[in-house]
């Protein structure tokens, strides 16, 4: 069973930054993607960013050029670094993690953005 922990969450105001980080354990394979989600009151859950094991990465519309995901394979880590806030990026940011087939997801930090 993979344990995902996140941390980073915050408040901050628009134009600020805030970064998210999150720590996988448990697995005994290698990790292939990880990134994170976020779900807005009332919104569905949402794809915010991705990174492979390799380092390729994809971003929502709304993020790109804005937000910036990262990973340390060695540490089974993947971070976010989120410029520019906005208050729509307001969210419970979820990190998850795919390993052989399956999905794994950690609890969520909330991120709220003031205007």
């Known amino acids: 069973q993979v344990r995902l922990v996140e941390s980073g969450g915050g408040l901050a105001q628009a134009g600020g930054s805030l970064r998210l980080s999150c720590a996988a354990s448990?697995?005994?394979?290698?990790?292939?993607?990880m990134g994170w989600y976020r779900q807005a009151p009332g919104k569905q859950r949402e794809l915010v960013a991705t990174?492979?094991?390799?380092?390729?990465?994809d971003y929502a519309d709304s993020v790109k050029g804005r937000f910036t995901i990262s990973r340390d394979n060695a540490k089974n880590t993947v971070d976010l670094q989120m410029n520019s806030l906005k208050p729509e990026d307001t969210a419970v940011y979820y990190c998850?993690?795919?390993?052989?087939?399956?999905?794994?997801w950690g609890r969520g930090t909330q991120v709220t953005v003031s205007s």
């Open positions: 998850y993690a795919h390993v052989i087939g399956r999905d794994f």
């Open positions: 448990g697995s005994n394979f290698p990790i292939n993607a």
């Open positions: 990174i492979s094991r390799g380092g390729s990465t």
